[in-house]
Every structure is written in structure tokens, then in C-alpha cells.
């Protein structure tokens, strides 16, 4: 149902049409690649979109009394963004709230076409393709508060019906927005000199105590960046 495609010897900060085409349908993708550094010059900018929490289904009922534009409109042409960060919640797999079923392949439907459903909405499609992106988990990516019981989904409240919730959570997530740049639940890191960035992911290896919220292995890597950004002195 997803595929990765990485295309090779792309000119920086160059403008590429990527055309998609299945049978009768077609879609077009109109993308800038980033820059090899960040601007200094005067009255340029390097803009950065950060979003989150984005539903659908709550989305409808408020564009349907006029209560909201969509994100991109308002932002002005100058402040057009480069990249954006998609911060977790992309979609929200435990809404509207329903009974699942317990079956992995009937959640693996249900999971696809909630997302398709959420990625396909007008106003996150937009926000989505208008600039070279990474995404990172949060908890509705699996249900409300995970790993933690959600009371409105009867599922979660068992440890086999969790770890069965979470297998495919995690397969969907994998399919629809994880980075060629990392493995599942690893902090994301790219330079943009003298930028540095790190997009660390709290949700996916979290423990049900909270005491520990990235793992340990993953959080030796947000460490070696935070010396690699000192040593280069960004």
C-alpha cells in the first residue's frame, strides 16, 4: 500500500516535479529540494513549518461552521517554508471513538483507511506536500496517552491486545511517514549549516512507568549530537 522512492543527483535548492500515475488516476508533486546551507544574506530567510495534531474528523466539524482556514493560506508567499516538521499526531487512529476489532489484519484496514482518509483531507495534504518533511510518532499514531490504557478502546486494556495494537500501529507508521533516515522510535538528525537538528521521538519506546522515554541506545544518540553540535560550535 506505500512505497519509498529516492531519487538521486538532485540539484540543491531546485525545484522538481514528481508525477504518479495508476491506471486512470494521476497526482502531482511539486517540491523544492533543501539548501546545502542556511542563508545569511540580508532579508532571506530559511523557514521551518512545525505542525501537529492534525484530525480530520474534528476538522470537518469545524470547517463546516467556517471556524478555520486552511494552515498554508496564511502563512505570506516571502515566509514560504523550506521543510517542516510534523511533530506527531498526524492521525488519530483511536478516533472517532469505536469499538476495534481484535484481529491484527481487520486493525491493519481500519488503521490504513483512517490514514488515507486523514493524509487525503484537503488541509493536511497540503501542509504535507508543501515542503520537503520528517515525521515523528505521538501517541495517537497508536491510541490516546500510549502506552497507557485508553478507556474508550477496550483493546488496550489488555497486554496481549496492546502488543497486537502496537504491531501494527508500528507497520502503518512504517508504510506512511517513517524517514529513510532513521529506524522506528531513532531521533532524526540532519546539519543544514549552521543548523543542526535533532527530532528525538518520546511516544514510540516509551515505558509504561515513564521513566524512560526514548530508550537507552536512542538516547546515547541524542547525547553524541548534542557533542557534535558543541564540537562544531553551531
Known sequence: FAGVFEF????PETKYSIEVRGGAERSQLDVRTLPTTVTNRVGEWFNVLVASC????????????????PVLSAIPKELTPHMS???????YLDLPPRVFEEDADRLAEAFE???VKNWRDNR???????????TIADDHEYWNDFPHICPWNRITKTPWGQKAWTKVCRALFEGFQQSSMSEPGEPIVFTIPPLSFCIADFRTFRNADTMSLLGR???QKVLKW?????????
Open 8 to 11: 538521486g543527483n538532485l540539484n
Open 54 to 69: 492534525y484530525c480530520a474528523h474534528n476538522d470537518f466539524l469545524r470547517s463546516s461552521t467556517g471556524l478555520r482556514e
Open 85 to 91: 516538521l510534523f511533530m506527531g499526531d498526524q492521525v
Open 113 to 115: 483507511q483512517l490514514y
Open 124 to 134: 493536511l495534504s497540503k501542509l504535507l506536500s508543501a515542503a520537503p518533511g520528517v
Open 217 to 219: 541506545s536512542n538516547l
Open 226 to 234: 548534542t557533542e557534535d553540535v558543541a564540537a562544531q560550535k553551531y
